[in-house]
């Protein structure tokens, strides 16, 4: 079975400055995607980048961007010019890419943006 | 395009009872999946339907069950509610169930 590790409970970062969120994960298939979501307080999960595992190129989304390194297993989520409304809690989720399973989550990461 | 939606927003039930819950998926998505969101056991898969057909279940009782209706609208029922069901349920859609799946605002349970 696959997991997903996010290793930071809580980040703090003030607005306007770079932070990043860690991620590993375990799997022995090759065919997957990763994916970054964001759940504010109103619990609504909110995309925010995704990535697929055949993709050498690292995802970008505005201000987010990912550090995908295959071999490491290890997807780390970079968010640049961090603003008030991107506090939020963020979850690294895994998905097979050969049929139906649903996401396999980590406990997430409560990010704090200090103003 | 309007996104998932989820009925009700908000369900209070008691011990033993039974709930059901409903989503719409995002219009031309024909799969939908459910997660339960605890504050000890984060979010889990529950099942997945596609095409009116349940694809993948994850490790729940028998007491969770869904269904899918023809308009890919789905229902999920827990029967015979005990107070740890108390959570959020999210309901999922993507368009085959492949690629990425775009969430709905949750329903949350409170089992008393």
């Known amino acids: 079975a696959q997991t997903v590790t996010q290793s930071q409970p809580e980040m703090s970062v003030q607005e306007a400055e770079t932070v990043t969120l860690s991620c590993t994960y375990d799997?022995?298939?090759?065919?997957?995607?990763l994916f970054w979501y964001k759940q504010p307080p109103s619990r609504q999960m909110i995309l925010v980048i995704r990535q697929e595992a055949y993709k050498q190129q690292n995802a970008t989304e505005n201000r987010f961007s990912v550090n995908f390194q295959k071999a490491a297993k290890s997807f780390s989520l970079k968010i640049s010019d961090s603003q008030l409304g991107d506090a939020a809690m963020y979850f690294c989720a895994y998905k097979s890419g050969g049929g139906a399973d649903g996401l396999t989550f980590g406990k997430g990461t409560h990010l704090i943006i200090q103003p | 395009k309007a996104g998932v939606t989820q009925t009700p927003r908000y369900l209070i039930k008691t011990r033993g009872q039974q709930v059901t819950l409903s989503c719409s998926p995002i219009s031309g998505h024909r799969s939908v999946s459910w997660y339960q969101q605890t504050p000890g056991q984060g979010l889990q898969f529950l099942f997945e339907?596609?095409?009116?057909?349940?694809?993948n279940k994850g490790n729940f009782p028998g007491r969770f069950s869904g269904r899918q209706f023809s308009n890919s609208r789905s229902e999920m029922n827990v029967s015979t509610l005990e107070l740890g069901d108390s959570a959020l349920y999210l309901c999922a859609s993507s368009f085959q169930g492949l690629e990425t799946q775009y969430f709905g605002p949750g329903t949350r349970l409170l089992v008393l």
């Open positions: 799997t022995s298939e090759s065919d997957y995607y």
């Open positions: 339907y596609f095409s009116e057909t349940q694809r």
